[in-house]
């Protein structure tokens, strides 16, 4: 958008938005399969469907027919029964991303073949809060697979969104999520796209391009997941701070106030925003530089300027309208409490490095690629472990762990400003990061990776082996 309509935008916002949004679509959301009397029993086809997409018709990958998957919304203790029926023409898994539950249950290594259902069965965990999400985790063939439309965000309620502060706000879900398309299908992935992830010219939100959301209230709290497979996401909404309330695994102790805030691939974040007047404002994404690697000649392989995480420009991801008059509601004042740990209770300390080969396009931790068969690590259920992680590469790399959460300790040696529970890191070119591994009571294998999914195909995760 040029500055001029930019101006004129904020200058006439009601005026000039009320007669083009008539007749417009409301603010789409994915359906939501909600739990009822402490259950949540679903059947979940995994399959190529027609969607219409930005506008258009597509032939997506589906969970459950729609692009995003439908939302579970599940309560702590619940238990959660979901069939998984594979009629895509490849086998596939599911991965219960971010949820602190049995390896054995979230199983990275397990194999459903084409034409065959398998029982995923667990309860939800008591202490258990925040927005986490599902998709496939087959070896090799996650980025595809993601790319292609499999994903669904999960959301497990909490007595503290009971408070008032939270309770009278207007909650929406964001799913950020990229696409290509080409003949109505996902683009296939390029060789570049196996070395940088892949990037779509589309940039959805719930698979809607640019939509509007005209709120009712003054106060939104707003579950934002990043489900593509390569894009970061370098949030800003105009003339509003974003309040975050919470990270990956769910509540911060108190809202901790962003000007901006970059969601990398894999990572959740919950923010209020909380309009002071009335106007439209847009939520953009920033440029961000992950270093992605240009090779001779082929600066212009993304798709009108816009596919390449280097776009210099600004873009628009939704527009946001403000309530007449509004008046937001005061922030809360605490969250939730987190377990203060400290470094000096840690029985081991563990050093991770994350490596490229472009050249060959491999990916290593460690300097190994990926073995189902091979142990990286072995810990013990109760520990506290430190884990330092270092991008010795040239791109970003967001670290994931599955099955334990974890606190950020410090950034190239700068402590990390608040205390949060997540599940995915992101790791610049060069850097340093501290994290604190409380291991779970979650005995068995589980893995760590690169959630840019084509640098995980590629063999950048490890295997855990808690005991
Ligand atoms: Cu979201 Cu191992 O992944
Ligand atoms: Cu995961
Ligand atoms: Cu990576």
Redesign the pocket.
């Known amino acids: 958008m040029n500055t001029d309509r930019r101006t004129l935008l904020k200058l006439t916002a009601g005026l000039l938005l009320s007669p083009l949004a008539r007749g417009q679509a409301s603010f789409p959301e994915p359906p939501v399969l909600k739990s009822r009397e402490g259950l949540l029993e679903v059947r979940l086809k995994a399959a190529p469907t027609p969607v219409t997409v930005a506008g258009r018709e597509a032939r997506l990958w589906t969970y459950g027919g729609s692009f995003p998957g439908p939302t579970l919304r599940v309560r702590p203790g619940d238990a959660v029964r979901l069939e998984l029926e594979n009629l895509l023409p490849e086998s596939t898994n599911l991965h219960w991303h971010g949820l602190p539950i049995p390896p054995k249950v979230d199983d990275p290594f397990l194999e459903i073949p084409a034409k065959e259902t398998w029982s995923y069965a667990f309860t939800v965990p008591r202490d258990l809060a925040g927005t986490f999400w599902y998709h496939p985790h087959l070896h090799g063939r996650v980025a595809p697979q993601l790319f292609a439309g499999l994903a669904g965000a999960i959301v497990v309620e909490s007595p503290v969104d009971g408070i008032p502060e939270l309770r009278e706000a207007e909650e929406h879900l964001l799913v950020l999520k990229d696409l290509e398309l080409a003949s109505g299908r996902p683009a296939a992935h390029t060789p570049m796209d196996w070395i940088n ?1 892949k990037e779509g010219n589309l940039l959805l939100v719930n698979g809607a391009s640019r939509p509007t959301l005209r709120a009712s209230k003054a106060t939104l709290r707003l579950r934002l997941l990043n489900a593509s497979n ?1 894009r970061y996401y370098r949030l800003q909404l105009e003339g509003h701070p974003l309040y975050l309330i919470a990270s990956d695994g769910g509540f911060l102790e108190e809202p901790y106030e962003v000007p901006e805030l970059l969601l990398a691939p894999g990572e959740r974040a919950e923010v209020l925003v909380r309009f002071q007047k009335e106007g439209a404002f847009r939520l953009l994404a920033l440029p961000y530089d992950r270093g992605v690697h240009m090779m001779g000649g082929m600066e212009h392989m993304g798709h009108g300027g816009m596919a390449m995480g280097t776009s210099q420009r600004p873009q628009t991801l939704l527009t946001l309208v403000a309530p007449p008059r509004p008046k937001p509601l005061p922030l809360p004042k605490a969250l939730a409490k987190l377990p203060a740990l400290s470094p000096n209770q840690a029985r081991v300390t563990r050093r991770i490095t ?1 490596t ?1 080969d472009m050249m060959a396009g491999r ?1 290593f931790i460690n300097g190994k690629t990926f073995d189902h068969r091979r142990v990286d690590f072995r810990g013990r259920v109760g520990d506290l472990e430190v884990w330092e992680l270092e991008n010795q ?1 040239d ?4 670290f994931h762990l599955h099955t334990h959460p974890f606190q950020v300790l410090s950034v190239n040696g700068k402590a990390f400003p608040y205390r949060a529970l997540k599940d995915v890191v992101n790791l610049k070119a060069q850097e340093v990061v501290r994290l604190l591994v409380p291991l779970k009571d979650l005995p068995g294998k589980t893995v760590f990776h ?3 999914v ?3 195909d590629r063999g ?1 995760m490890g295997v855990l082996e808690v005991g």
């Open positions: 992830g390569a994350f490229e990916f590469g791109m970003d790399h967001p690169c959630h840019i084509e640098h995980e950048m």
